[in-house]
């Protein structure tokens, strides 16, 4: 979520590398469901066969990487959970448009994660670093339980993700009611994507700008 540039600490090889992963990470959870659903479709699997099953793959993603690395932080589980109500979903309708909406459901879901986690708890963007960069996660954890200006960015960038994936939801809608099933799918992965990539830019870049103000 772009928030390990809190730490004062410059860029290392093993920082390097865990950008790496995380983006290779954020490269799968979006291309092994697309690839799924694209790859049945060339065969000749009908639009909510290959649905459902990209579903599943996008749900065993998150399972093996929780196995992987021996734990589950609210993030994932809560992503796990969104996709488990779509898996539910897709068997009661069938309908390739509601299972592709079922996603808008989802984004909604974990926006509005988001937003609560800043009144119930810690807020979600410390959670789902823990999935990213474990490393860091607990050096941040420190920061925000013990420095005011590292709390207000985290809380603004968990609201900024809040706010984001709630708005790529209801524009998710009317792209998938108006595109053939084909596209739609496609449409709805980059969108979810470019969401992802700009909300992780604009957080890395308020990180460094909360960075340059405490250091001047």
């Not at 590398?17 to 690839?35: I, K, N």
């Not at 909510?48 to 993603?61: E, I, N, P």
């Not at 524009?171 to 009611?177: E, F």
Request: net charge positive; hydrophobic share 55%; no cysteine.
């Amino acid at each position: 979520m772009s928030i390990t540039a809190i730490t004062s600490k410059p860029a290392t090889p093993s920082s390097t590398s865990e950008g790496g992963q995380g983006l290779r990470g954020l490269l799968l959870d979006v291309g092994l469901p697309m690839g799924t659903y694209y790859g049945l479709h060339a065969l000749g699997v009908g639009d909510a066969t290959a649905l459902l099953a990209a579903t599943v793959a996008a749900g065993v993603r998150i399972v093996a990487v929780a196995v992987r690395t021996r734990r589950v932080s609210a993030f994932a589980a809560l992503m796990l959970g969104v996709y488990a109500v779509g898996l539910a979903a897709s068997f009661v309708t069938g309908d390739p448009r509601l299972m592709l909406l079922k996603d808008s459901v989802g984004t909604a879901v974990v926006g509005v994660g988001f937003l609560v986690s800043l009144v119930v708890g810690r807020p979600l963007v410390l959670a789902a670093l823990e999935s990213t960069s474990p490393a860091r996660a607990e050096e941040v954890g420190r920061l925000y339980a013990t420095v005011p200006g590292a709390r207000r960015t985290i809380r603004g960038i968990t609201a900024m993700w809040g706010v984001g994936l709630l708005t790529e939801a209801l524009v998710r809608v009317p792209i998938v009611l108006a595109l053939p099933v084909s596209v739609g799918v496609a449409v709805s992965q980059l969108l979810t994507l470019g969401v992802i990539v700009v909300l992780s830019v604009v957080g890395g870049l308020w990180v460094r700008a909360a960075r340059r103000r405490s250091v001047s």
